[in-house]
């Protein structure tokens, strides 16, 4: 896999946070090295019409190509997929914009505040956020550009089987935006044939999102022996043996009432004392955990989820691994994340042929 990125500058993610020993610099991003261990990285000026002839060199030996620039950016440059194609009619094409290849707004830019909102994701997860978070608010980093990466990698590989049985290639069209909104499908429906709003189950929830003196447990109570495991959790107290919570729908309607003496009890408890204990009474509740907490798990460890990467800049870091484990494929690091044109000579000179004084004169010229 080859990460392309501009001269001198480089991708953008180099300069997001966090940074090693919280000192800005190109190389020390944990963002930037997490999203790209296993890639060799070139820089390349396609802005240029030699860059754009390498580029094209590269894409005719590619089975997949993918970007994220504005649609007409990449029309105007001759580098939009029927182009392309033309070279390499084979070639799998995977575009990520905020909202797609056509309709009115093709062009917009957008961040991932914008998409979270023009998706409506931002409403439901504000619908269950505590009362003083600070609004606009969004998911935790850039969790909504990770869900359309996610999209686009299964439909970048439903493209390449395809092209197993016919030979061909094609464009992958990818909008931010409707892939956070797929991700919520089943409340972006309810809102259709609810005028009152998608979220207002929510105030009949029992538990939900409780505070514990360490954090945050979510309770999801599934039906009458949940209940039943709640009740115990908290110790049978007398409130709960009120005979307006004997039929299950009574808890639903008297929830709100409910939810203030679960959450009397609850902001003095461990949140995985609660979590332990709720799983043995066959109660659906579970912790919140932080970045902390992942780093420590016990679980994680055992599975090798973190695995230490050596780095020219960063030295020894430990990184995420993937979420699966091929019984016949050991998973490994090929690569850490490269430094800014760290295998141009590789690509450049070895795969395409050019000459070291080639590479000088175009280094020189800001082409690579």
Same mark, same amino acid.
């Given at each position: 896999?080859i990460?392309?990125?501009?001269?001198?500058?480089?991708?953008?993610?180099?300069?997001?946070?966090?940074?090693?020993?919280? =000192?800005?610099?190109? %190389?020390?991003? /944990?963002?930037?090295?997490?999203?790209?261990?296993s890639?060799?990285g070139?820089?390349l000026n396609?802005?240029?019409?030699?860059?754009r002839?390498i580029?094209?060199?590269?894409?005719r030996?590619?089975d997949?190509?993918? %970007?994220?620039?504005p649609?007409?950016?990449?029309?105007?440059?001759?580098l939009?997929y029927?182009?392309?194609?033309g070279k !390499?009619?084979?070639?799998?094409?995977?575009?990520?914009?905020?909202?797609? #290849?056509?309709?009115? &707004?093709?062009?917009?830019?957008? &961040?991932h505040? !914008?998409t979270?909102?023009?998706s409506?994701?931002?409403?439901?997860? +504000?619908?269950?956020?505590?009362e003083?978070?600070?609004m606009?608010?969004?998911?935790?980093?850039f969790?909504?550009?990770?869900?359309?990466?996610l999209n /686009? +990698?299964?439909?970048?590989?439903?493209?390449?089987y $395809?092209?197993?049985?016919?030979g061909?290639g #094609?464009?992958?069209?990818i909008?931010? #935006?409707?892939?956070l909104?797929?991700? %919520?499908?089943?409340e972006?429906?309810?809102?259709?044939n609810?005028?009152r709003?998608s979220?207002v189950?929510?105030?009949?929830?029992?538990?939900?999102?409780?505070?514990?003196?360490?954090g945050?447990?979510?309770?999801?109570?599934?039906?009458?022996?949940h209940w039943?495991?709640?009740i115990?959790?908290?110790? $049978?107290?007398?409130?709960?043996?009120?005979?307006? &919570?004997?039929?299950?729908? !009574?808890?639903?309607?008297?929830? #709100?009432?409910?939810?203030?003496h679960?959450?009397?009890?609850?902001? $003095?408890?461990s949140?995985?004392?609660?979590?332990h204990? +709720?799983? /043995?009474?066959?109660?659906?509740?579970?912790?919140? !955990?932080? =970045?902390?907490?992942?780093?420590?798990?016990?679980?994680?460890?055992v599975?090798?989820?973190?695995?230490?990467?050596?780095?020219?800049?960063?030295?020894?870091?430990?990184?995420?691994?993937a979420?699966?484990?091929?019984?016949?494929?050991?998973?490994r690091?090929?690569?850490s994340?490269?430094?800014?044109?760290e295998?141009n000579?590789? =690509?450049?000179?070895?795969?395409?042929?050019?000459?070291?004084?080639?590479l000088t004169?175009m280094r020189? +010229?800001?082409i690579?």
């Open positions: 896999m990460k392309i990125e501009p001269p001198q500058v480089g991708d953008e993610a180099r300069r997001r946070e966090p940074f090693l020993n919280d =000192v800005p610099h190109p %190389e020390r991003s /944990a963002f930037f090295f997490y999203l790209n261990t890639k060799l070139i820089t396609v802005s240029t019409a030699t860059g002839k580029f094209q060199e590269l894409v030996e590619s997949i190509v993918v %970007e994220d620039n649609p007409q950016a990449m029309k105007e440059l001759g939009d029927e182009s392309l194609a !390499n009619p084979r070639l799998i094409m995977t575009s990520i914009t905020p909202f797609g #290849q056509y309709g009115p &707004y093709r062009d917009y830019k957008a &961040y505040l !914008n979270y909102h023009g409506g994701v931002a409403k439901i997860l +504000a619908s269950i956020l505590p003083d978070t600070p606009p608010t969004k998911g935790p980093g969790l909504g550009d990770y869900d359309c990466g /686009a +990698a299964i439909a970048t590989m439903a493209a390449l $395809n092209r197993l049985f016919t061909r #094609q464009h992958v069209d909008s931010k #935006q409707e892939s909104i797929a991700t %919520e499908r089943i972006i429906d309810m809102f259709g609810n005028e709003g979220t189950w929510l105030q009949y929830m029992v538990g939900g999102l409780q505070r514990c003196k360490d945050y447990v979510m309770i999801t109570l599934g039906g009458k022996h039943e495991g709640l115990k959790l908290l110790g $049978n107290p007398d409130w709960a043996q009120d005979e307006k &919570y004997e039929e299950e729908i !009574n808890t639903y309607i008297h929830a #709100q009432e409910i939810n203030k679960i959450a009397e009890w609850m902001i $003095n408890q949140k995985e004392e609660v979590y204990r +709720a799983q /043995a009474l066959n109660c659906p509740i579970g912790m919140v !955990n932080t =970045v902390e907490d992942l780093v420590a798990s016990e679980q994680l460890q599975r090798g989820f973190f695995a230490e990467v050596e780095h020219p800049e960063m030295g020894k870091f430990k990184c995420p691994t979420s699966y484990r091929f019984s016949k494929t050991p998973l690091f090929e690569l994340a490269p430094l800014l044109g295998h000579e590789e =690509v450049f000179g070895k795969r395409l042929g050019y000459t070291p004084e080639e004169h020189g +010229a800001g690579i």
